[in-house]
């Protein structure tokens, strides 16, 4: 998940049919091909931009900063991995998702640039994996704004040009609540797993 704003980037398994009247998105059966192949009824992993979070003023007195525990803890066994490399700027991407693409419980975000250096890091964690949608793009934002109603999550976004971090908890019918602070604070938080764990584990898993 990458947060811009008030608006937020989740990576889901969904399957883009024409829309149908009424007819809301509904959940598929996620299929379970043989270990290292790609099934013929495999679904779409694809990134769709929803507003979930809303408006927030993050915290950055030390005091906030000192108290915040998020109310998600990290989960990162397993994890699977997709590297992109863009054209243009030569930007990489790298996504590693926990326990995997499917069942992401918690999913984390790296950008590097031309260079091979980490220009943004995000990790996000939720109390419920996501789930795999099948609808039209107005349905599936619609089936991802109710779910995401649902779901407490904790989220990390460290952006190392600007040395800007922040790590709030959203979601679920509850307040949101947001630190900011230089990236070396945040990402060294113990309360936060740390994220420099995280990242290591990410990076070695992706080969990056």
């Given at each position: 998940?990458?947060?811009?704003?008030?608006?937020?980037?989740?990576?889901?398994?969904?399957?883009?049919?024409?829309?149908?009247?009424?007819?809301?998105?509904?959940?598929?059966?996620?299929?379970?091909?043989?270990?290292?192949?790609?099934?013929?009824?495999?679904?779409l992993?694809?990134?769709?931009?929803?507003?979930?979070?809303?408006?927030?003023?993050?915290?950055?007195?030390?005091?906030?900063?000192?108290?915040?525990?998020?109310?998600i803890?990290p989960?990162?066994?397993?994890?699977?991995?997709?590297?992109?490399?863009?054209?243009?700027n030569?930007?990489?991407?790298?996504?590693?998702?926990?326990?995997?693409?499917l069942h992401?419980?918690?999913?984390?975000?790296?950008?590097?640039?031309?260079?091979?250096?980490?220009?943004?890091?995000?990790e996000?964690?939720?109390?419920?994996?996501?789930?795999?949608?099948r609808?039209?793009?107005?349905?599936?934002?619609?089936?991802?704004?109710?779910?995401?109603?649902?779901?407490?999550s904790?989220?990390?976004?460290?952006?190392?040009?600007?040395?800007?971090?922040?790590?709030?908890?959203?979601?679920?019918?509850?307040?949101?609540?947001?630190?900011?602070?230089?990236?070396r604070?945040?990402?060294?938080?113990?309360?936060?797993?740390?994220?420099?764990?995280?990242?290591?584990?990410?990076?070695?898993?992706?080969?990056?």
């Amino acid at each position: 998940m990458i947060i811009f704003g008030n608006k937020t980037l989740i990576v889901i398994a969904v399957a883009i049919v024409a829309c149908s009247s009424g007819q809301p998105a509904t959940s598929i059966p996620v299929p379970q091909p043989a270990p290292g192949q790609r099934g013929p009824n495999d679904v779409l992993i694809q990134t769709r931009r929803v507003d979930v979070t809303g408006s927030f003023s993050p915290r950055s007195d030390q005091a906030s900063i000192d108290a915040y525990v998020p109310d998600i803890a990290p989960f990162d066994s397993g994890g699977e991995c997709n590297v992109l490399r863009t054209g243009g700027n030569g930007a990489t991407i790298v996504s590693a998702q926990y326990p995997d693409r499917l069942h992401a419980r918690t999913s984390v975000t790296m950008t590097f640039d031309s260079a091979g250096h980490m220009v943004r890091f995000n990790e996000r964690h939720s109390d419920r994996a996501n789930e795999a949608y099948r609808g039209c793009a107005e349905q599936l934002d619609s089936a991802l704004q109710a779910h995401t109603r649902v779901t407490r999550s904790s989220t990390v976004q460290l952006d190392f040009v600007l040395d800007q971090g922040l790590a709030l908890s959203s979601g679920a019918g509850k307040p949101t609540i947001a630190i900011s602070a230089p990236v070396r604070v945040i990402e060294r938080l113990a309360r936060l797993g740390p994220p420099t764990e995280r990242m290591a584990r990410s990076r070695k898993l992706c080969g990056v």
